[in-house]
């Protein structure tokens, strides 16, 4: 066999030489070989030939990065115009339907409501219709797909045209909703289309890493063209979106979001709503002395309050939802009835601020795109007051609604109003300023957090580390309320992750598909998991891991072999072979009835779909004298299924060829004694959802996402609780009374004192650090826990009373 491959390979190779050489010799003439050597005399074209090398050229150029980024960021310019243009029509013909009404105060009142009521609930219907998926803010979506979790129907088409349309209509009717959130959401969601695209022309765009860097630059272009910011879009992309930020997308992100910026404000001007190209929030202070260090702590007290207010805020939203998740009858009726809730909320925060009524007292006329430019102006100190605290609580509600809908603006918002409030009372307790070394510090309200940048920064790093020790970010608590696959931050003050192994972690009772498995076996395998990928191993027995194969490859790979075209080509193949064998030949001693009944009901169905009528051979003929007729005369089924059923169970016996199959060869793996801080890197930088944990080749389990965010939290499926950040502490005036009772185990007389034992957590492949470290078990009058605060492992597939025959051994074992 060796010898003809290599003489095959060789005779192949000397062909295509002489060929190739022949095709030289008529200048480059290209040759077609079918069963004989033919050359085709073709006319040869300079102005094609040019044509071509242009056309080649062009396609190289158009899949380029900075075309891409051009397109996303006029696209995304075009798409952020339109909607504040429509908005701000929608919010126009509002003010002026509710003005045009001005002396019937109850019709303005009907307006006032049945206006933004109108807007919400269409965009609240629009989303449910088009795409659900387009509801809310969409960045803890996108953090997560961007941790390496699949989320369907998140960045179609389908949710961009239901983003824009709904976001266009909420921000139309006035409530207190933002743009910015779902702006990023839009702008991955071109970004991901647009991608798609160039691929035509530069397959790049295709590739698995090229993604993460596409979400990476939407995001940045979407704060961009939001607010004509672009290194505060690149910022943004990083802090929120990316646990570690490729250095290579710097200049993309900067790139794409500048020019999207830059299309945003020249539409501004040439729309003339703007002058010439400026801020999008414009201030007029001006100042010799904007800030001195005698004022710093009131700049410090802003920051620590606004720390507070923003973990207040994230709290009273999640409970709002939550709350609403515990009365199971209220969450059945509010999810069969979809617009009541938007339609409450609607309702409520429009009569609040209905400027007849309570709106009077806190600018309930003006809109929240208009509320920053009074700030920043002469302003009623009272309102100062009522706004910011009515207008926190109505975001809180607000952001909850089933529509496209952003925290930020909102929350910008009210960090605006309190610094406003503050530079107020300061100006009110100092009016002829800050008096130091007699020299008098004037104090303007509204000049310092915009004008310059220090003051700014001591009030941000405060509010931010007093809200990050409190609570967890809005879209981390977005993602918690959710339930959507996350990784959360390991702290500093995480020590045990250091003692914590893959191995305490990872699932044991792995589904896997073997190389020499059956179809059988395959398609129980299938039916017992739906994980999206499964280990390849060598054997059941050597569970040698080489590789990993997709779930949909396996089912088209079964489906393939049990589908009737197949088993129609083996008969149509059988019923050739008893064709060509004489009658009374050695085929006639084969069971050819089962065989020839599938060709004849699947050939009949192919011929009534055909329209056809085939020529039945004399061998049909023959075995209807044998005997078949009455089989084939029959009408019903039964027999005909029957038989297909057997010709699947005969199939599903045989050994499945994965020659067709695609397979990953080089799965992401980790080995047992992985530390968890290690393992939390890994997943983090690489975005993984999985990874398989092997002992010299041989698969030992699989650690997912899943299983890694339990660790983390304190809580694994196979029941082990990890320890306390401070357990470490107590460990060691723990280890430091061992020392001086002595090493290895005490055995007293009684239960009834202080004892330490040393018993190693070997149970369910759960073992400890090989160099000496065990878990201490106390036992005080009778109570056995753990010292380290760790209960007994126990593997998943473990029954109860064997977990209770197992915990009862071994404190039998502690305590005589």
């Known amino acids: 066999r060796y010898t003809d491959q290599i003489t095959d390979n060789i005779s192949d190779k000397e062909a295509a030489k002489l060929l190739k050489k022949q095709a030289q010799r008529n200048h480059g003439r290209p040759l077609k070989r079918d069963s004989q050597v033919q050359i085709k005399e073709e006319h040869y074209s300079k102005c094609q030939d040019c044509a071509k090398r242009i056309q080649k050229y062009v396609t190289k150029k158009l899949g380029e990065d900075w075309i891409f980024l051009v397109l996303l960021g006029l696209v995304m310019a075009l798409v952020s115009w339109g909607v504040d243009y429509a908005s701000a029509k929608t919010v126009q013909a509002y003010k002026w339907t509710y003005r045009a009404l001005h002396p019937n105060v109850p019709l303005q009142y009907v307006v006032?409501?049945?206006?933004?009521?109108?807007?919400?609930?269409?965009?609240?219907s629009f989303c449910h219709f088009v795409s659900p998926q387009a509801v809310g803010s969409g960045i803890p979506e996108l953090k997560t797909i961007m941790r390496g979790v699949v989320l369907k129907e998140y960045l179609t088409l389908k949710a961009f045209v239901a983003k824009v349309v709904a976001l266009t209509a909420g921000l139309g009717s006035g409530m207190p909703v933002g743009k910015e959130g779902p702006f990023v959401h839009i702008a991955s969601i071109c970004a991901v289309v647009l991608s798609k695209f160039m691929s035509i022309f530069c397959g790049v765009y295709?590739?698995?890493?090229?993604?993460?860097?596409?979400?990476?630059?939407?995001?940045?272009?979407?704060v961009g063209c939001c607010f004509g910011t672009p290194l505060g879009g690149v910022l943004f992309s990083i802090e929120v979106t990316s646990t570690y930020f490729a250095v290579r997308n710097y200049w993309r992100g900067f790139f794409a979001a500048t020019f999207s910026a830059f299309v945003f404000r020249v539409l501004a001007v040439w729309n003339k709503d703007a002058v010439t190209i400026t801020a999008l929030f414009r201030t007029n202070f001006r100042m010799d002395f904007p800030f001195d260090l005698q004022e710093l702590p009131a700049f410090a007290i802003i920051g620590i309050c606004s720390g507070f207010l923003g973990a207040f805020f994230v709290y009273l939203n999640r409970q709002v939802v939550l709350g609403i998740r515990r009365h199971k009858a209220l969450s059945q009726f509010l999810t069969k009835y979809r617009l009541i809730y938007p339609a409450v909320i609607t309702f409520c925060i429009a009569s609040v601020t209905f400027p007849h009524g309570f709106g009077q007292f806190m600018a309930g006329e003006v809109r929240l795109e208009s509320i920053l430019p009074v700030l920043c102006s002469?302003?009623?100190?009272?309102l100062l007051v009522l706004c910011p605290t009515n207008l926190f609580c109505m975001a809180v509600i607000a952001t909850t609604m089933p529509i496209p809908c952003g925290g930020f603006m909102p929350v910008f918002v009210l960090g605006a109003a309190f610094g406003r409030l503050i530079g107020e009372i300061m100006a009110s307790l100092f009016p002829n300023g800050i008096l130091f070394d007699d020299i008098l510090y004037q104090i303007l309200p509204g000049g310092y957090a915009i004008s310059h940048i220090l003051p700014m920064m001591v009030a941000v790093i405060l509010a931010n580390m007093v809200a990050q020790s409190l609570q967890p970010s809005l879209y981390d608590s977005i993602i918690q309320v959710k339930k959507l696959p996350y990784l959360p931050d390991l702290g500093w003050n995480h020590i045990s992750k250091y003692?914590?192994?893959?191995?305490?972690?990872?699932?044991?009772?792995?589904k896997f598909v073997s190389s020499n498995c059956k179809y059988r076996d395959l398609q129980a395998v299938l039916q017992s998991t739906t994980v999206k990928s499964l280990p390849l191993v060598d054997s059941p027995e050597s569970m040698i891991l080489l590789g990993s194969v997709e779930r949909s490859e396996l089912q088209a790979l079964l489906q393939t072999h049990l589908s009737p075209e197949r088993r129609r080509l083996l008969n149509r193949e059988m019923q050739q072979k008893l064709n060509e064998a004489p009658y009374d030949g050695p085929w006639a001693n084969l069971p050819k009835l089962?065989?020839?009944?599938?060709a004849y009901v699947d050939e009949d169905e192919d011929t009534e779909e055909k329209g056809e009528v085939r020529e039945r051979s004399g061998q049909t003929a023959a075995y209807r004298m044998l005997g078949s007729r009455q089989a084939f005369e029959e009408s019903d089924s039964s027999p005909f299924l029957c038989q297909i059923d057997a010709w699947e169970q005969e199939e599903l016996n045989k050994n499945v060829c994965f020659d067709s199959c695609r397979v990953d060869p080089s799965p992401f793996q980790l080995v047992e004694r992985t530390s968890l801080h290690k393992t939390h890197t890994?997943?983090?930088l690489l975005g993984l959802s999985h990874a398989y944990v092997t002992s010299m080749g041989k698969l030992r389990g699989v650690l997912a996402l899943e299983e890694l965010q339990k660790a983390i939290e304190g809580s694994t499926r196979s029941g082990v609780r990890l320890r306390p950040p401070l357990a470490s502490f107590r460990d060691i005036n723990r280890t430091s009374t061992n020392t001086k009772v002595g090493a290895g185990l005490q055995c007293p007389g009684s239960c009834h004192g202080r004892v330490h034992c040393e018993q190693d957590l070997d149970t369910a492949g759960h073992s400890r650090d090989a160099r000496g470290q065990s878990a201490m078990w106390k036992v005080q009058e009778d109570q056995f826990s753990l010292a380290t605060g760790a209960v007994l492992p126990v593997a998943p597939g473990l029954h109860a009373a064997e977990q209770r025959s197992q915990t009862s051994s071994l404190e039998a074992h502690c305590c005589f």
């Open 112 to 124: 006032w409501v049945a206006f933004p009521l109108g807007l919400i609930l269409f965009a609240a």
């Open 206 to 222: 295709e590739q698995p890493y090229y993604y993460t860097d596409v979400l990476t630059v939407g995001c940045a272009v979407g």
């Open 378 to 382: 002469s302003l009623v100190r009272y």
């Open 499 to 510: 003692n914590i192994f893959v191995e305490d972690i990872m699932v044991q009772d792995v």
């Open 594 to 598: 089962k065989h020839e009944s599938f």
């Open 682 to 684: 890994l997943f983090s």
